[in-house]
């Protein structure tokens, strides 16, 4: 990520409304473009589904990038994120399963939920994403992203399966 310095990653800090998950990072990314930093931003990181950018006038045209996981090891680390220890169960993980928010979460990622007929959703995927690489296979997207750039990317090799992003120092 040193090509696109400075970087910022939105989190969520506590001070959010106590909806759930999905609000909460609407109101982080909302509260984030208020922010001076937002003005010197160059790559803003986060896990952000289309709407929560596009609910935001400042975001709305960004050019956009993303990885994407496994579709149950990233529905698993969602639950064991979003639970109470003593909540990791199996039974708990298959209620939060069934909720809708977690429900084609690739697709609420990549489109708004007014865009799911397939010629829709492409369309506005081919305007807004530069990029859409996959985690499992994060060194060949990064080499490839950095290619797009016009960059060889100094990257270190990393498992699919580690937090650390190669991208981090």
């Known amino acids: 990520a040193d090509a696109l310095q400075p970087d910022y990653m939105v989190t969520l800090k506590g001070t959010e409304r106590g909806g759930n998950y999905d609000e909460k990072v609407q109101d982080a990314v909302q509260a984030f473009c208020k922010d001076d930093d937002f003005q010197r931003a160059r790559l803003i990181t986060g896990h952000f589904k289309a709407f929560q950018l596009d609910s935001v006038d400042a975001m709305k045209n960004a050019h956009r990038l993303t990885m994407l ?76 992203f950095y290619s797009l750039l016009g960059m060889r990317g100094n990257l270190k090799p990393v498992e699919p399966d580690t937090a650390r992003s190669p991208l981090q120092k």
């Open 69 to 144: 996981r496994d579709p149950v090891d990233r529905l698993l680390s969602d639950f064991k994120a979003q639970s109470e220890p003593k909540a990791i169960t199996a039974p708990g993980f298959l209620e939060f399963a069934k909720k809708p928010m977690n429900q084609n979460v690739f697709l609420q990622y990549l489109c708004p939920k007014s865009l799911w007929k397939p010629k829709d959703c492409t369309e506005y995927m081919l305007d807004r994403y530069s990029f859409i690489g996959s985690w499992e296979d994060a060194n060949l997207s990064l080499k490839m």
